[in-house]
T-cell receptor, first 108, second 113 residues
Framework: GQQVMQIPQYQHVQEGEDFTTYCNSS?????IQWYKQRPGGHPVFLIQ?????EVKKQKRLTFQFGEAKKNSSLHITATQTTDVGTYFC????????FGAGTRLTVKP | EAQVTQNPRYLITVTGKKLTVTCSQN?????MSWYRQDPGLGLRQIYY???????DKGDVPEGYKVSRKEKRNFPLILESPSPNQTSLYFC????????????FGEGSRLTVL
């Protein structure tokens, strides 16, 4: 069945440094979503990517969908303490599969 | 305010004592789903429902039941809870026009002793 792998599992950065999390699927995806979960909170939808090679930006966040629609990345430029949390990708191909998440901590 | 409401938020119970976690959404969403979240495993789908009276198994349905008698409600039933069902549970909903854009409830932390 479809599997979605996400790396790294943890990332600790100094405030101001960049951060990237990667998501890889074993099968071609129809689309992919990204979610953020703050510590003690619930996942919150960030964005959906649909097209091959698509790139979307939300302020300091850049989301990419691979040309083959099997991988995706989330890049945060100049991290802030408000960016802490776990970032999940969710690949969709008839059914939805979440990656295990990347937990980001930011040192002030 | 658009929201997904789960109850209870926290529960400690004992093995074998039936329990129900309720989930209600006020966005008229057709799609609803239950997930469990365990450290290092991300979110795993338990059951989902595309609409009223339509439910399907997710990846980890064993030991759980659901029902969808009304569009707004999607309760999760543990008929005979076991310690391996200790977890953080999330209910989520979405419009079928935007299935990937899930709205999650606050979560229900369940401990089975």
């Amino acid at each position: 069945g479809q599997q979605v792998m996400q790396i790294p599992q943890y990332q600790h950065v100094q405030e101001g440094e960049d951060f990237t999390t990667y998501c890889n699927s074993s099968t071609t995806l129809s689309n992919i979503q990204w979610y953020k979960q703050r510590p003690g909170g619930h996942p919150v939808f960030l964005i959906q990517l649909v097209k091959s090679g698509e790139v979307k930006k939300q302020k300091r966040l850049t989301f990419q969908f691979g040309e083959a629609k099997k991988n995706s990345s989330l890049h945060i430029t100049a991290t802030q303490t408000t960016d802490v949390g776990t970032y999940f990708c969710a690949g969709n191909n008839n059914d939805m599969r979440f990656g295990a998440g990347t937990r980001l901590t930011v040192k002030p | 305010e658009a929201q997904v409401t789960q109850n209870p938020r926290y529960l400690i119970t004992v093995t074998g004592k039936k329990l129900t976690v309720t989930c209600s959404q006020n966005m008229n969403h057709e799609y609803m789903s239950w997930y469990r979240q365990d450290p290092g495993l991300g979110l795993r789908q338990i059951y989902y429902s595309m609409n009223v009276e339509v439910t399907d198994k997710g990846d980890v349905p064993e030991g759980y039941k659901v029902s969808r008698k009304e569009k707004r409600n999607f309760p999760l039933i543990l008929e005979s809870p076991s310690p391996n069902q200790t977890s953080l549970y999330f209910c989520a909903s979405s419009s079928t026009r935007r299935v990937g854009e899930l709205f999650f409830g606050e979560g229900s932390r369940l401990t089975v002793l």
